[in-house]
């Protein structure tokens, strides 16, 4: 028996590998010449940049194992703490860093002494967060619910909503606090935040994306015995067991899609998919990265987060993009985008610079020496009230054919350990469903 994949993305690199550990045979079709569908590096000048600044947690189990398997978990580096410097213009940074206390006591120390908050806020938080931890992420009412007026019900201020919970919230749902789904929220906090002391201890790549997955992820599929055809069109699935890629027949048992969600409702046949089709009041988010290149160095740590501006997290990307000479490589990203994605860089470049000089003192004296822009328009869906209920799970309604992303319903957020869940998932069914046919199957589904 063999399975085609779709798609060469986290989602379908992890069901790819999956499937090989356990002798299928299995076929991934790529439209881009790379794997690692949303985490790419490409060149600028004597650059190696990232198409996004991705960063995980330690609580993110699955996407370390994939790095486990892909040989790759040396090419990243978690800190041995939670602690985030957050940057504040005209004043002393602040800092949340974890203390020895046993989770879920273990953030308490920082947010009883976070500076950005007044006194009366930080006592307020402390009760959001432990009514927070008692919700139930699974709880279908949640999701009717957004995480802005939740916390707003129990105390917490426009600006604690903004500098305390927004600094975790947007950037791990790409939504503004007040937009986001408060299931998802919840889950958030209660996995990273109120669970094991370590969880939210930060991960971050010690080499460009496409060193880290794609790069890895070809070599080992190949190493497995895979089959990947890069720069491939897929241009319909279809019921016939007969598989179609550029013109060339591939034998298929069962079909893996592991696309964004506006593919999936082109590709797959209406046998398939759900009646009605809902797949896209999903809808897309932006994040916009702003690339700031310094004659000296201006950022004394690895990352931090700002709040009171329009930055909201900055990494300093010199070593890993491989910086020549002397100057630092910032990385401003920014996530919920809306705002700045359509903006053109010379207006962005006004707006940054002089921000990164209110944060960064050491910013106040150097010159830039080159600004870029990236836009990923559609980099996750929109996480807010109601997405939930629109999420589908891996099996669809034709027999054979399976979903994969971390737009599906893995119960995580759309992440790079959401998009590896649901390869896995996917895989798992796979393997179940061939399991029924100790022969060939007698009817399968092929992309043609």
């Known amino acids: 028996m063999s399975v085609v994949i779709v798609g060469g993305g986290l989602a379908g690199i992890s069901a790819a590998i999956a499937l090989r550990e356990s002798g299928v045979p299995v076929t991934l079709v790529e439209s881009r010449p790379w794997l690692g569908g949303a985490t790419h590096s490409f060149g600028h000048g004597d650059l190696c940049v990232d198409n996004g600044q991705h960063v995980f947690l330690r609580c993110c189990t699955a996407y370390q194992g994939l790095l486990r398997r892909l040989r790759a978990e040396h090419l990243v580096s978690v800190q041995d703490r939670f602690d985030v410097p957050v940057l504040r213009p005209g004043t002393r940074p602040a800092r949340l860093r974890r203390s020895s206390l046993p989770g879920p006591l273990h953030l308490l120390p920082a947010l009883a002494g976070y500076s950005p908050l007044p006194l009366t806020d930080r006592v ?176 004394d740590v690895p990352f931090a987060a700002a709040v009171g501006s329009p930055v909201q997290w900055v990494f300093d990307r010199s070593t890993v993009s491989g910086l020549r000479g002397p100057g630092q490589y910032l990385a401003v990203s920014l996530s919920a985008a809306d705002r700045w994605i359509d903006m053109p860089t010379a207006e962005i470049r006004a707006r940054f610079v002089p921000e990164l000089r209110r944060l960064l003192p050491a910013a106040r004296s150097a010159s830039v020496r080159e600004l870029f822009v990236t836009r990923e328009r559609r980099a996750t869906f929109r996480q807010r009230p109601g997405c939930a209920e629109v999420r589908p799970a891996a099996a669809t309604r034709a027999p054979g054919l399976f979903l994969a992303g971390a737009w599906t319903d893995t119960g995580w957020p759309d992440t790079m350990e959401g998009a590896v869940r649901s390869g896995l998932t996917a895989a798992r069914l796979v393997r179940r469903h061939l399991e029924r046919w100790p022969e060939r199957a007698p009817e399968g589904v092929g992309v043609r």
């Not at 971050?204 to 190493?223: D, M, N, Q, Y």
């Open 124 to 299: 307020r938080s402390l009760r959001a967060a432990a009514a927070m931890r008692a919700l139930d992420p699974a709880d279908p009412a949640l999701d009717a619910v957004s995480a802005g007026a939740w916390l707003a019900g129990r105390g917490q201020r426009t600006w604690a909503r903004q500098a305390l919970w927004g600094l975790f919230l947007t950037s791990a749902l790409n939504a503004e606090v007040d937009d986001a789904a408060l299931g998802l929220a919840a889950m958030v906090c209660r996995r990273a935040l109120f669970g094991r002391a370590d969880a939210a201890d930060i991960g971050v790549p010690l080499v460009p994306l496409g060193e880290l997955h794609g790069g890895p992820a070809l070599r080992r599929i190949a190493e497995m015995g895979g089959t990947v055809r890069l720069k491939a069109k897929v241009e319909a699935i279809t019921t016939d067991p007969k598989v179609v890629v550029d013109g060339a027949p591939i034998a298929a048992d069962a079909v893996i899609v592991a696309v964004p969600h506006e593919a999936a409702a082109r590709l797959l046949p209406a046998q398939a998919l759900p009646d009605p089709l809902r797949w896209h009041e999903l809808d897309a988010s932006p994040i916009v990265n702003v690339h700031v290149v310094y004659d000296r160095k201006v950022l």
